[in-house]
Each structure stands twice: as C-alpha cells, then as structure tokens.
C-alpha cells in the first residue's frame, strides 16, 4: 500500500531510477530511514522522483514504483504527464542564479535550504576582500597546470588564519563543495523540488573573477561574449544612493530577452573600498538596491531571489 508522498523522508538517490527495479540504498539514505523509522522514501534525482520500499530480507535494498499510483493511469501516462509538467514549468522563465560572498557554514546552510526553495537556478560561490568564513571552513583554490585551471578541494585555512594553503595534518573536513551540495539536495525534497536541481559553480576567488565571466565554471562552460547580451548582471547593494531599486531594475529589463539573471550579494561587512570603486564602473553589470536596511548576507541573498523568482514567474506567464 502506497503512503501519501508527502510524510515519507526525501531523499537524493545520484543513479538511474527505474520502476520495477530493486536497488542498493546508501548507508546514508539507510540512516535516514532508521532514524525516522519509516520502511520507505521517496527517491528522486535531477529527472525524477520514485518510492522505494525496503525490502525485508535485511539486504538494505528496495524496490521502486511510482508514487500513490492509481488504477486508472498507467506507468507510460504518468510519466508522459509529469514530463509535460516540467517542460511547461521550465520552458521560458529566466534562470535565476545568485553569486554570494562566502560566510560562515551556518549561514551559507541556511541561504542555500531558502534560495533552493525559492526555485534559484544555482550558486555561485566567490571570495571578496572582506570575506571570513572562520577556522575549519574548507575552500578550493585555483592552481596553473598546462595553462588550465584546477580547482581543488580539501584546501582551507591553516591556524593562523590564511585561506590559501592547505593544512598538513589534523581532521579533514567534509569539502565545501560537498557541503553545498548536500545542502541543496536537502532543500530540494523538502520543497518536492525533484527534477531541476540547482547547480553549484566553482569558488572563485575574486570578485573581479566572478564578473569577467560568470559562467566559466558551470556545467556548459563559458557562455562566450555572444551571449552576454542575454544575461543580465545585478549586484545588490544595502542603503545605496542614486541606484535602482531591484524590482525597478527588472521591471526595465522585463521587454529584453534574458536566458539567464545573475544576483551578485556581498559577503558580511560589505564590499571594500576597492570593489565600490570597480563596481561603479557598471561594465556588464549594474548595481541595484534592496532597500534602505543594512541587511545580512542569507537574509539579502533570500530577498533578492525571491523578488527574482516572482519577476520571472510573471515573465513566464506573459510570453
């Protein structure tokens, strides 16, 4: 008897997921479901979304089925049904990325598990002047190897505080990239966000990095200078004078064709002095305002993706 999907544990499941099958659950997903003392979960990658119920024989494996299937619909029409839904979702909206200033571990969880729910696109992580993410944070960092850049993870701040070389001994924390992603796969089945998980690029180590080409690190790659004309680049800023308030920023831009929306928020404390001074420039990007409040930089980022989102809710429903 199939359970109402909506009290089973939610869990991301990175292989195939085929109904009928029976496979291996991770010892993590077991954990979840002996802590929650549940027989079954929901499973869902970045495509679909499975019950799984353990099997009983103790070999920590379970056989998948869809979700609360009726009598009246068959395997080939619900999955016909639920593929419509998702390209009718996803069609024409704007994609909706934020880049954000590196903070402390329980901030960035707490931006992610909101902006996720939020329908973000995907994370752009970077390090500006002011960035401090305290001890046993661990970053990547870039290094030269055949004119090509590498990133590497296990990289974090030593004792005395510098974020550019590893620690030789003592505990390894999990990776930052690691840590994100677990964060977003979280988020993601509690809001029942199965397919069009959110994307997380690269740390960069500059702000400057970060606008020279926002997309050099994604999945697709660089974007390349003929596309740029589609993407739009907006960076929020607190108690500012003489510059737009977001929502007016996207209203003026609502007649453009955009393929993708990046929100750029600082770290704590700010961008420095030199950064201002850069963004003043407003060469492919423009600085925008979110209000009149000094806000923090999980409370900014939410702000912005929600006004976003909603802005690109409202430009889907009017093409």
């Not at 991301?12 to 993590?28: D, N, Q, Y």
């Not at 180590?205 to 926002?214: N, T, V």
Request: glycine fraction near 8%.
């Amino acid at each position: 008897r199939h359970l109402s999907q909506h009290v089973l544990p939610k869990i991301f499941h990175a292989g195939h997921l085929i109904p009928g099958r029976r496979i291996a659950l991770s010892p993590a997903a077991l954990h979840h479901l002996r802590v929650t003392k549940s027989q079954s979960c929901i499973l869902f990658n970045d495509s679909t979304h499975l019950q799984a119920d353990l099997l009983r024989d103790g070999s920590g494996t379970a056989r998948l089925s869809y979700p609360n299937l009726q009598q009246k619909q068959s395997p080939d029409s619900l999955v016909e049904e639920f593929s419509r839904s998702i390209l009718q979702d996803c069609k024409r909206a704007p994609k909706v990325w934020l880049a954000f200033g590196l903070v402390k571990q329980k901030q960035v969880r707490s931006l992610i598990l909101q902006c996720t729910q939020l329908g973000v696109t995907g994370f752009m992580p970077f390090m500006s002047d002011h960035t401090n993410v305290g001890k046993g944070m661990q970053i990547g960092r870039y290094v030269q190897d055949a004119h090509k850049e590498i990133l590497i993870d296990g990289i974090f701040e030593d004792e005395g505080g510098d974020r550019r070389f590893p620690k030789r001994s003592g505990k390894q924390n999990k990776p930052m990239s690691d840590k994100l992603t677990s964060y977003i796969h979280e988020s993601a089945g509690q809001s029942e966000r199965y397919s069009d998980i959110p994307e997380t690029l690269a740390l960069r180590f500059s702000l400057d990095q970060l606008l020279k080409d926002p997309f050099s690190l994604s999945r697709s790659g660089s974007i390349g200078h003929e596309q740029i004309e589609l993407t739009a680049i907006a960076v929020c800023t607190a108690r500012s004078m003489g510059v737009p308030r977001l929502s007016h920023y996207l209203g003026s831009v609502a007649s453009k064709t955009l393929e993708n929306l990046v929100l750029v928020v600082g770290p704590e404390g700010g961008f420095s002095a030199r950064e201002d001074e850069m963004l003043a420039k407003e060469e492919t990007w423009t600085r925008v305002s979110l209000g009149r409040h000094v806000l923090r930089t999980e409370t900014a980022a939410t702000a912005a993706v929600a006004i976003a989102s909603d802005w690109a809710d409202l430009e889907d429903k009017s093409t």
